[in-house]
C-alpha cells in the first residue's frame, strides 16, 4: 500500500521559511516524479514544483516560487523535501505531495504579513 505523509508545516511571517518533508511508503521514490501542489481555500489546486526521478536532475518549478522554493529528494530515507524561502502571504495554502497518482493528505502552511 503507497502511503505519502507530509509535515513541516505552520505558522511563519512574511520573509521566513519553512522545509516540508513528504516521507513515502510502498514504493520507491527514486524511480518516481515526486512533485508538490498547494491548495488556498476556495481556489483550484496548483503545481508548484516537481524532481524527476534518479538519474534525472531536472526540476521545474511553478513562476510564483521559483527562486525561493528548492525541491529535493533523499532517496535512502524515501522522502522528498520542499525548501520555502522568502514566504509571502500568497503562499498560504494546504501543501500537498504527489507520486505515481498517489497523494497525502497535506500540511498547511500559513503566512502572515
Known amino acids: 500500500q503507497v502511503k505519502l505523509v507530509e509535515s513541516g508545516g505552520g505558522l511563519v511571517q512574511a520573509g521566513g521559511s519553512l522545509r516540508l518533508s513528504c516521507v513515502v511508503s510502498?514504493?520507491?521514490?527514486?524511480?518516481?516524479?515526486m512533485a508538490w501542489y498547494r491548495q488556498a481555500p476556495g481556489k483550484q489546486r496548483e503545481f508548484v514544483a516537481r524532481i524527476f526521478s534518479s538519474g534525472y536532475t531536472n526540476t521545474n518549478y511553478a513562476d510564483s516560487v521559483k527562486g525561493r522554493f528548492t525541491i529535493s529528494r533523499d532517496n535512502a530515507k524515501n522522502t522528498a523535501y520542499l525548501q520555502m524561502n522568502s514566504l509571502k502571504p500568497e503562499d498560504t495554502a494546504l501543501y500537498l505531495c504527489?507520486?505515481?497518482?498517489?497523494w497525502g493528505q497535506g500540511t498547511q502552511v500559513t503566512v502572515t504579513s
Open positions: 510502498g514504493i520507491s521514490l527514486s524511480s518516481h516524479l
Open positions: 504527489a507520486v505515481a497518482n498517489h
